[in-house]
């Protein structure tokens, strides 16, 4: 039996690419509502992540126009992650699947029956993976791939070469509503929900109009949340250290005692060499061990919401579960 898809996608000050992705996304979507791959109950959904420019209103004039445009606006910016959550969470109550993917279209839409071929297939969630990154700038690509192996060695399970392109069912996204965090990494939450997934390779474009509105302060941010949200690795790293300084105290002591018997030493000397050794080392150790619980603390507290979501445009009942 078909199904229902929405596609979710957030927009950042799109307003120069977002009537040709529009036009593009209806084309995509009407052929596979013809080809009864999915109902005619299916959507594209745009998110306004709070805006400056026209986005919102032209999201607004495309939904006027042709109900299978609908809109979700958030009351300001909060970032692409939290945007692409609004969106989804919005979608999970209408769609029986989603599939998120950038406004500048530089993810390949011609792959979206595959995903949705996927699903049918039992996958309840379908990585979009890059295969070549052809069109990405030297530096996008090896801090990319840094980033990637950063997040391995510190134990987050997150696939590579694969961005926020991809199919989530209405269960997986259930299983995603249950994560409450604030500091949200997609990438590193939806391997964590489980369920059957699959894979499927596209090549990514350049993006068609205007500029990329991920400055590299805003990629920092990102992989610092990434790391900081799923590991605690580095308060373990300074407890490790501190354990190690405390150790090389005990060789320090023992090196002072004996030049300090030996006598070719100033009053004074070996006491003040060991303090500082030794209390350096148990200062630092006692810094990592009381991190380490402000950093579960930290995870726990913080339930502020992640997005509040200004207005609605959707002309569908909501299903029921
Ligand atoms: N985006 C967003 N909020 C932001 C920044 C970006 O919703 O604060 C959206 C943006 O409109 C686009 C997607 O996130 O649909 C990816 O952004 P972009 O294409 O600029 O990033 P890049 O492809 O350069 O990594
Ligand atoms: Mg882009």
Redesign the pocket.
């Known amino acids: 039996m078909k199904q229902t898809l929405y596609l979710v996608?957030?927009?950042?000050n799109?307003e120069e690419v977002l009537q040709e992705t529009a036009k593009r996304l209806l084309e995509k979507i009407s052929f596979m509502m013809e080809k009864d791959q999915i109902t005619r109950e299916s959507k594209i959904m745009f998110v306004n992540?709070g805006s400056k420019d026209k986005t919102w209103n032209i999201i607004e004039e495309l939904h006027s126009k042709n109900n299978i445009f609908s809109g979700v606006n958030l009351s300001r910016?909060k970032?692409?992650q939290n945007?692409l959550v609004a969106g989804l969470m919005t979608a999970k109550d209408y769609a029986d699947m989603t599939i998120s993917l950038?406004?500048?279209l530089?993810d390949d839409i011609e792959v979206i029956d595959k995903f949705v071929e996927e699903y049918y297939n039992g996958s309840d969630i379908v990585y979009g993976v890059r295969s070549s990154r052809k069109t990405d700038s030297f530096f996008k690509k090896t801090t990319a791939l840094a980033f990637y192996k950063l997040m391995n060695g510190l134990g987050v399970d997150v696939m590579y070469n694969h961005a926020d392109y991809r199919l989530m069912s209405k269960r997986a996204l259930e299983g995603l509503s249950e994560f409450k965090e604030v500091n949200l990494f997609l990438r590193g939450i939806v391997p964590l929900i489980g369920y059957k997934y699959s894979v499927v390779e596209y090549e990514r474009h350049e993006?068609f109009a205007g500029e990329?509105?991920?400055p590299l302060s805003k990629m920092l941010a990102f992989a610092w949340d990434g790391i900081t949200s799923f590991s605690i690795k580095p308060i373990r790293i300074i407890t490790g250290l501190g354990f190690f300084i405390f150790a090389v105290s005990f060789v320090a002591l023992i090196y002072s005692v004996v030049v300090n018997l030996r006598g070719n030493t100033v009053t004074g000397w070996t006491s003040l060499t060991v303090s500082i050794w030794m209390i350096g080392g148990i200062q630092l150790l006692s810094l990592g061990v009381i991190g380490e619980y402000v950093g579960k603390i930290y995870n726990e507290t913080k339930k502020r919401p992640r997005y509040i979501i200004a207005d609605k445009l959707i002309e569908q009942v909501k299903k029921d579960n």
Not at 9 to 12: N, V
């Open positions: 996608i957030p927009c950042y799109e992540d910016n970032g692409h945007a950038d406004a500048d530089q993006r990329s509105k991920y």
